[in-house]
Antibody, heavy 119, light 107 residues
Framework: EVQLVESGGGLVQPGGSLRLSCAAS????????LGWVRQAPGKGLEWVAN????????HYVDSVKGRFTISRDNDKNSLYLQMNSLRAEDTAVYYC????????????WGQGTLVTVSS | DIQMTQSPSTLSPSVGDRVTITCRAS??????LSWYQQKPGKAPKLLIY???SLESGVPERFSGSGSGTEFTLTISSLQPDDFATYYC?????????FGGGTKVEIK
């Protein structure tokens, strides 16, 4: 069974940093693109970033470029999102998700982890 | 960036009704569109990809159609478990973008 379990969310002050982790199991981790999608409270879905199987290619939404870094450790079956210079508008539930093979759509999602940026 | 516009934003059908949700792209995305269902407090669930391909395990009452800039998600006979919010997503180009959502609520 495919499982994606996020951790690392919490309350952080504006300007602070946080690192999210996503532990994957139930599939061959190093053969899938992976990504992060967020959802602000009461709002819709927003794609944040994704990363190729070997980590050699990454993409970001403009609003996080230069502040967030997506990475992966294929030996640990883990995905990460390093978030720096956090802003109030980054407050959201962050989902780790797996891309369908050959398509940049998401077939499996984690349960999400809440990041709150507030003083 | 490709903007995705869903309509309506809210629907209040009855069980057994045929439901249609529309998603329009600001430019052609061919068939590179997915539909998701999300229930409160839960992660989204993939229903349809490549505009009309049904994801494994999804009931056949769900179907998708369209290409280019206009797409529809149809639920042939609404069931109690279908009350949720539905999102479209384009994956023709980066940034990947979602529609604003359509909430299907109990009448």
């Amino acid at each position: 069974e495919v499982q994606l379990v996020e951790s690392g969310g919490g309350l952080v002050q504006p300007g602070g940093s946080l690192r999210l982790s996503c532990a994957a199991s139930g599939f061959t981790f190093n053969t899938y693109w992976l990504g992060w999608v967020r959802q602000a409270p009461g709002k819709g879905l927003e794609w944040v970033a994704n990363i190729k199987q070997d980590g050699s290619e990454t993409h970001y939404v403009d609003s996080v470029k230069g502040r967030f870094t997506i990475s992966r450790d294929n030996d640990k079956n883990s995905l990460y999102l390093q978030m720096n210079s956090l802003r109030a508008e980054d407050t959201a539930v962050y989902y780790c998700a797996r891309h369908l093979p050959s398509y940049k759509t998401f077939d499996y999602w984690g349960q999400g982890t809440l990041v709150t940026v507030s003083s | 960036d490709i903007q995705m516009t869903q309509s309506p934003s809210t629907l209040s059908p009855s069980v057994g009704d045929r439901v249609t949700i529309t998603c329009r792209a600001s430019q052609s995305i061919s068939i590179w569109l997915s539909w998701y269902q999300q229930k409160p407090g839960k992660a989204p669930k993939l229903l349809i990809y490549k505009a009309s391909s049904l994801e494994s395990g999804v009931p056949e009452r769900f179907s998708g159609s369209g290409s280019g800039t206009e797409f529809t998600l149809t639920i042939s006979s609404l069931q109690p478990d279908d009350f949720a919010t539905y999102y479209c997503q384009q994956y023709k180009s980066y940034p990947l973008t979602f529609g604003g959502g359509t909430k299907v609520e109990i009448k």
